[in-house]
């Protein structure tokens, strides 16, 4: 399989924005993915229908972009972003099982009105949603933006199997003209519910649960973080879009760094432009 050259400059110009320099992976934490390794297989595995193989992959990746993210992370606050991305991932791809999708829907009505949630993976999620909740302890305005966003997370994966079973079900990836023709901001806008972008960026500003930082001294980096983590996610998932089996087309870039995938499995189009 090739790479696109559009594709190469686009993350080119994105590494070249954020300052990124390459780094060796840190040496094996026992502390840290040892018992992830056993929440995985003995936790997360039996709420799901997933093979070991499938687990084992869901491992490596929630553990490993959780581990890289936040290397001066307590291990604590590691595991449970860890955790918790495991389980959106997982959501992510049982949503299209019926069952699933109906006891989905009735997540956030469940979780307002204080009732115990009907699916074992869902159960597992809100209670490692009040997990995290815990370690912000008084910092009110920190817990926010760290814990909303996953709440959030469950109702935008609703918003896009809607969306683009229904509205877009008939547009085929070579109708340019009609996919640009789509509400220019609505993919920013999906991409900030559905990215958990904001909770991620949270999740630097809080090392340790005794560790507090004066608002002051970051809030204002929270909207390029955000932006930042979005964009470096679609970006980074063009590849596994094509192992999935969507038929993604780059469009060129101009003199700003803009990307524009069209993804046929989510069926998105998101374009990406900068000064």
């Known amino acids: 399989m090739s790479t696109s050259p559009e ?54 990746a ?45 997540f956030s009505q469940r979780l307002y009105r204080g009732e115990a949630q009907q699916n074992g993976m869902l159960a597992l999620y ?26 959030n997370y ?10 683009f079973s229904a509205e877009l079900f008939n547009v085929q990836p070579d109708r340019s003209a ?11 806008y999906l991409r900030s519910k559905s990215g958990i972008a904001e909770a991620y960026a949270a999740g630097i500003f809080k090392a340790a649960k005794e560790q507090t930082l004066p608002l002051t001294r970051y809030i204002k980096t929270i909207p390029d973080l955000t932006f930042y983590i979005e964009v470096m996610n679609d970006l980074l998932s063009f590849h596994k879009e094509e192992i999935d089996g969507g038929d993604l087309q780059l469009h060129p870039p101009s003199y700003t760094f803009n990307c524009g995938v069209w993804s046929t499995r989510k069926r998105r189009f998101w374009r990406v432009d900068m000064p």
């Open 7 to 60: 594709y190469v400059t686009c993350i080119q110009r994105l590494l070249t924005e954020i300052g990124y320099r390459y780094e060796p992976f840190p040496p094996y934490d026992a502390d840290y993915w040892d018992p992830f390794h056993v929440w995985i297989l003995n936790t997360l595995g039996p709420t799901s229908s997933w093979t070991v193989k499938q687990l084992a992959e869901l491992e490596h």
């Open 62 to 106: 929630a553990g490993g972009v959780i581990e890289r993210s936040y290397p001066h992370t307590s291990t604590q606050l590691k595991f449970l972003f860890a955790k918790l991305t495991a389980i959106a991932i997982l959501i992510d791809d049982s949503i299209e099982d019926e069952v699933v999708h109906e006891q989905i829907v009735q």
């Open 126 to 151: 809100y209670a490692t949603i009040q997990e995290l909740s815990e370690m912000y302890g008084n910092d009110s305005v920190l817990r926010g933006l760290a814990i909303v966003p996953w709440i």
């Open 154 to 163: 469950i109702d935008a994966c609703l918003m896009e199997k809607q969306i």
């Open 178 to 188: 009609h996919v640009e023709s789509l509400a220019p901001k609505f993919p920013y």
